[in-house]
């Protein structure tokens, strides 16, 4: 077969790599993105991506360029002296300077310092299999807690107290910053500050087990006084059952053990193994940000917690049948 470089070919390969270069470029864009970034570290970390991309672009068209000139000057046209210094000056003395100013760059960037200062809030979150706790502190002193969901005031600092007590996990939110281990025995720290109001994701950097991947969360930010307003509601103890659907659903939840790993504030339920489900149904997902927030998902989640979740520690519970599930649903989505 005959594989010369061809106008045609040239045209066919230019335009292969731009559909991968614009494919690729899409999947960075979005609610989970380091290239839009929603925060003061985010922006950070996206300028020194954007320095080392530029830095990286160049050494590699003068890498290019050597290669060229290897490839057309004749080895009698060459002068060695010329090419001593090519070997000293693009060999040691560029790189040497380009990755010290880098390292200075970068080094330049490291938070360390701002964790002293004191934030706005304290926020924290523990890494379980396959969850996150999730700790505020209200104004009063008190602690409410939640899971899989964050939120966050705009234009404020929040330091996040980040701890696990099972194996490690790394707690990210690619939109407001890096990613922090969340290490047993150990409390990391890290400061967010969110400079844009929406909806973002996060999700578990680490690979900590089965379900690594269906370990994710949602982070809304926004207006301060929307938040305060929210929390306040999460302190709250749980509504009660508005319909007959839904006492019949906290009635099964009480007898079939969940109340054992669940606590639901405001009732007899105090279990500390699974999340709070206090407010459950005011949360934007299900099971760490696997399944819509739904009645629909509430069924689909009891009753096949393992397949959606491989290895989950809560067992499927479709021994309680359709009608059961349904009052169950009723029930814990009513739970704003
Ligand atoms: Cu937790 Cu990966």
Redesign the pocket.
């Known amino acids: 077969m005959d594989w010369t470089w061809t106008a045609k070919r040239r045209r066919q390969f230019c335009r292969g790599a731009l559909a991968t270069c614009s494919l690729t470029m899409s999947a960075c864009a979005g609610s989970q993105s380091i290239l839009e970034p929603a925060g003061m570290q985010a922006a950070s970390i996206a300028k020194l991506f954007w320095w080392m991309f530029g830095g990286g672009a160049l050494v590699w068209i003068l890498v290019v360029a050597a290669a060229l000139y290897v490839i057309k000057v004749q080895p009698g046209e060459r002068q060695v002296r010329k090419d001593q210094w090519l070997i000293v000056g693009g060999g040691i003395l560029f790189p040497a300077a380009v990755l010290s100013a880098l390292l200075v760059y970068g080094l330049s960037l490291m938070p360390h310092s701002r964790l002293n200062e004191q934030a706005d809030l304290n926020v924290n979150v523990a890494?379980e299999?396959?969850w996150w706790r999730v700790q505020y502190e209200t104004t009063e002193g008190e602690v409410v807690e939640l899971a899989n969901e964050i939120r966050l005031p705009v234009d404020k600092s929040a330091l996040f107290n980040l701890t696990s007590d099972n194996?490690?996990?790394?707690f990210w939110i690619p939109s407001l910053g890096g990613k922090v281990d969340?290490i047993p025995g150990r409390t990391n720290q890290m400061l967010l500050e969110p400079t844009r109001t929406g909806i973002f994701s996060g999700?578990?950097?680490?690979?900590?087990?089965t379900s690594?991947?269906f370990?994710r969360f949602r982070v809304q930010v926004m207006k301060q006084q929307a938040f305060e307003h929210w929390l306040t509601h999460q302190a709250q103890p749980a509504r009660p059952p508005a319909t007959a659907a839904a006492s019949e659903g906290l009635r099964i939840f009480m007898s079939n053990g969940c109340a054992t790993c669940h606590t639901i504030r405001g009732t007899d339920a105090s279990g500390r193994l699974g999340p709070d489900l206090t407010h459950v149904g005011s949360r934007l997902s299900l099971a760490a940000g696997t399944l819509p927030m739904a009645p629909a998902s509430f069924v689909s989640w009891i009753d096949h917690t393992r397949n959606i979740k491989p290895g989950a520690d809560m067992p499927p519970f479709a021994v309680l049948g359709e009608d059961k599930l349904d009052a169950l649903a009723a029930y814990l989505s009513g739970l704003e």
């Open positions: 890494g299999q396959w194996v490690i996990h790394s969340m999700a578990c950097a680490e690979y900590c087990g690594h991947t370990m």
